[in-house]
């Protein structure tokens, strides 16, 4: 299996929508997060665009995807945040390194266009601490969801 990465083009919207449906129902909360399909694409095509998607294939097909995007910290501009938003291995290709060469692929974007680089994981997420860890992150925040 031979795995590449590139950067998502706007053809890949449906599929990573389609992906990103499958995610909200994996992750159990009371609001459905996806609800206008015109804003979903909308959105998504502005990460393309103007911040970063990158699109895990394996002979041709897509199996996976980050997507992240930029912004200058509130209080000093000069840093420059990476901010992951969604991270997603096609579940028949979980356990075999994809999710690794796209976190690898997103910090090296980072490390060359940001000051910073926030990275989290979901209650669900299979993937340990110490795999970040040893990517050079630190613990920073705990982030907690409430919902009304």
């Not at 095509?45 to 980050?66: P, Q």
């Not at 420059?80 to 994809?98: D, H, M």
């Amino acid at each position: 299996m031979i795995t590449t990465i590139r950067r998502a083009e706007l053809f890949d919207i449906d599929w990573i929508l389609g992906e990103l449906k499958i995610f909200s129902k994996a992750i159990e909360t009371k609001y459905e997060l996806y609800g206008d399909e015109k804003y979903s694409k909308d959105g998504l095509e502005m990460l393309i665009k103007n911040h970063i998607v990158f699109i895990a294939e394996c002979d041709s097909e897509r199996i996976g995807f980050v997507a992240g995007y930029f912004t200058p910290h509130l209080f000093n501009p000069q840093i420059k945040i990476l901010s992951e938003l969604f991270w997603w291995t096609v579940p028949k290709y979980r356990r075999k390194g994809v999710g690794a060469m796209l976190m690898d692929e997103f910090i090296m974007f980072g490390e060359k266009n940001a000051q910073w680089i926030a990275f989290s994981l979901t209650w669900m997420t299979k993937f340990s601490d110490s795999s970040l860890l040893k990517r050079g992150f630190k613990p920073y925040e705990n982030v907690f969801l409430k919902e009304a």
